[in-house]
């Protein structure tokens, strides 16, 4: 019987500040074992926990993308007793990770269509991990036109901004980045996240689907911005979140009606999230 | 089935015969109230009680317990990498478990024991355990097994089910695990009216009055039903105490935390209650489920509707009517149920 508590071990192999304010910072992890690896083989938009032996373990949105080996990656903020401990630690020091866990982004129905991908603050993670993987040149052809709108406080507080800038000078992938008030050398928008997304956005139709990541208050103004554009809610896909303690669906705290954000999630369309209680 | 008449006078005797292949564990007398515990060498299980104050789940989920272990000394080797805890998986026989409590074990085995993920401390414990049931004669006001799919006489999950005839026990075989106990404690003998266990359910069944109507619950609306006007009424008087959520067989909520003493830790888990408000607060200071009546909701919705619409086998409540009992403010799960079967949807 494979027990699913238990953590792979795995080393801190790069420690990034990754906003200005250091409040995010992002790991870069490799497996002590070299066959974890391959059973860690997740899918982007999965979530992992990362589990620090004394102090406890937290649900982080994977970063890295499949398409990346050797190693995993998260972007996390410090927020409380785990992560403020994270935060401390150094590279080189041995922790563990259980996972991968939760659904993913519909690859297979994403499959052929227009991407519309709405980020709003350090909520962009598992999104790196989805354009990482469709701009991977096996499987750009696979998706028709893609179209980005990330919005942060400051260009500062951007999270992977020289990606950011490297997929803004493609052309198979339109960026919209944007910030909320003008900033000396800013040469993208300014304005909020929905804002764009109503301004920049493609029409929705059978053949786009929409995926928006960001805090509450961000989702809640960029959905009346996707049904104007006519995005039907099964074509709308979000990720949830919820606290979490096993990530498989047992210990019972993170549900939402019958459905369990950590196993049945954490992505969820908006049509599916209808037809449950709020409690998230 | 086969049915063994076992004679009283030998029952002290077959169980000693059973210590050396088993532990054993029964509910014993403790000052007011019973409880399932280990029974020490000589030690007999005491069946003069309705049933006891704590359901015996905690035969495969204890209250609290080691998951993992690590240390944290860097001098160490394997400093921080986490261990499973090798856990006693040698047999266990659990005498005097009430039927609802062996049912409400199989309800549980739907969460720990799934094709996804597979919890490897509740089966193991489960799978080494066989369980002896005592039919229930003498059920008390707050049972009301008989409308749960359950009764005081149900053999589902049991290995053995016992009826108490006066001088001797009849022993009904369900399963072969059950078999192979019946046959280390010497008690052979083959009963010569087992016909007498049906007339006494039916009896026991008829003394049962108090029912919950739940045939209406899968019909509705998981949202209809989330959103009925009677949970704040319900949920006025609650403490959220989560007494329910402790005593309940089929509450099976646990939190996960770290402890650690000097260069040496533990990863525990111990339960938890959707009754508390820190059950499901973020980290950010919000709360999705910001007040008792959320709470008390999500209790009665998770026994009553997330469950049979999630696996189809009813609710997730046997009858044992502990909650109804201990409950300080009696709030009375019959009444609720009844109210969520009965709701109209207003559109
Ligand atoms: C699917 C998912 C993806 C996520 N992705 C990301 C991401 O990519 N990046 C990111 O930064 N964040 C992410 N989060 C949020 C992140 O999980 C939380 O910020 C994190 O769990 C906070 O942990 P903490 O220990 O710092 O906070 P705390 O509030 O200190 O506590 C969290 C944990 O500590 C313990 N704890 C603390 N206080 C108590 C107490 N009083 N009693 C009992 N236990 C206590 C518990 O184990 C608790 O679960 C995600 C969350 C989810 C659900
Ligand atoms: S036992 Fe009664 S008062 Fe306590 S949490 Fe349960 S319903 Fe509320
Ligand atoms: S985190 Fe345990 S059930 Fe979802």
């Given at each position: 019987m494979i027990n699913p508590y238990v953590p792979y071990p795995v080393r801190i192999d790069d420690i990034q500040i990754a906003t200005e304010d250091k409040s995010l910072k992002t790991f870069k992890f490799v497996f002590l074992n070299k066959s974890d690896e391959e059973k860690f083989a997740y899918k982007a938009g999965q979530f992992a926990e990362l589990s620090i032996p004394g102090k406890g373990e937290i649900p982080i949105g994977i970063a890295s993308s499949p398409v990346e080996k050797g190693f995993v990656m998260f972007t996390v903020f410090k927020a409380g007793v785990v992560t403020s401990h994270l935060h401390n630690m150094k590279v080189g020091d041995i922790m563990g990770i259980r996972g991968p866990l939760g659904n993913w982004y519909p690859w297979d129905i994403l499959e052929g269509k227009n991407i519309f991908i709405i980020g709003g603050g350090f909520a962009f993670t598992t999104l790196r991990s989805s354009i990482v993987y469709m701009l991977d040149p096996a499987n750009r052809?696979?998706?028709g036109t893609i179209d980005v709108v990330y919005g942060a406080r400051?260009?500062?507080?951007?999270?992977y901004k020289d990606e950011l800038i490297a997929w803004g000078k493609r052309d198979d992938i339109r960026m919209h980045l944007t910030i909320d008030r003008e900033a000396p050398d800013w040469k993208y928008h300014v304005g909020m996240g929905p804002n764009i997304a109503e301004k920049v956005g493609p029409k929705g139709d059978d053949n786009t689907y929409a995926i928006a990541c960001g805090p509450p208050i961000m989702i809640k103004f960029t959905l009346p911005v996707l049904e104007k554009l006519g995005f039907s809610h099964d074509h709308i896909i979000l990720s949830l979140e919820n606290r979490m303690k096993c990530g498989i669906g047992m210990c019972g705290r993170c549900n939402i009606g019958k459905e369990l954000v950590c196993k049945d999630g954490p992505v969820f369309t908006l049509a599916e999230i209808n037809q449950t209680p709020r409690e998230y | 089935m086969k049915v063994i008449k076992i004679d009283k006078k030998k029952w002290a005797e077959g169980l000693n015969k059973l210590r050396a292949a088993y532990q054993l564990i029964g509910p014993v007398k403790k000052d007011t109230y019973h409880d399932f515990q280990v029974l020490d060498k000589d030690q007999l299980p005491d069946f003069d009680f309705l049933n006891t104050r704590m359901s015996p789940k905690s035969i495969a989920f204890p209250q609290s317990e080691v998951m993992l272990q690590y240390s944290l000394?860097?001098?160490?080797?394997?400093?921080?990498i986490m261990k499973e805890v090798q856990k006693d998986a040698s047999p266990r026989a659990v005498f005097g478990i009430r039927p609802c409590d062996a049912k409400a074990l199989m309800l549980v085995k739907l969460n720990f024991d799934t094709s996804d993920y597979k919890d490897p401390y509740w089966i193991q414990a489960y799978e080494a355990s066989t369980l002896i049931g005592m039919a229930c004669d003498n059920p008390s006001s707050t049972c009301f097994c008989t409308s749960t799919g359950c009764g005081p006489y149900n053999e589902e999950g049991l290995d053995v089910l016992m009826v108490d005839i006066g001088d001797h026990y009849l022993a009904k075989i369900i399963s072969k695990k059950g078999e192979e106990l019946l046959e280390k404690a010497g008690w052979k003998t083959s009963a010569d009216d087992p016909s007498l266990i049906e007339k006494k359910k039916s009896q026991s069944e008829a003394k049962i009055t108090s029912a919950v109507e739940t045939k209406n619950l899968k019909d509705k609306t998981i949202l209809d039903l989330y959103e009925a006007p009677f949970w704040e009424d319900i949920s006025f008087s609650c403490l959220n105490c989560g007494t329910c959520t402790y005593v309940c067989p089929t509450c099976w909520c646990f939190d996960i935390q770290d402890e650690a003493h000097g260069k040496k830790g533990v990863r525990m888990r111990n339960w938890d209650s959707c009754m508390f408000p820190l059950f499901t607060l973020h980290t950010t200071g919000h709360n999705p489920r910001e007040t008792k009546v959320h709470r008390v909701r999500q209790r009665f919705m998770h026994k009553l509707k997330y469950f049979m619409d999630k696996y189809d086998k009813g609710i997730m409540c046997v009858g044992c009517g502990r909650c109804i009992r201990l409950c300080p403010v009696n709030i009375d799960i019959r009444t609720v149920c009844d109210k969520m079967n009965n709701f109209k949807a207003s559109c």
């Open positions: 052809k696979k998706f400051t260009p500062g507080m951007l999270l | 000394d860097e001098a160490k080797e394997d400093h921080h």
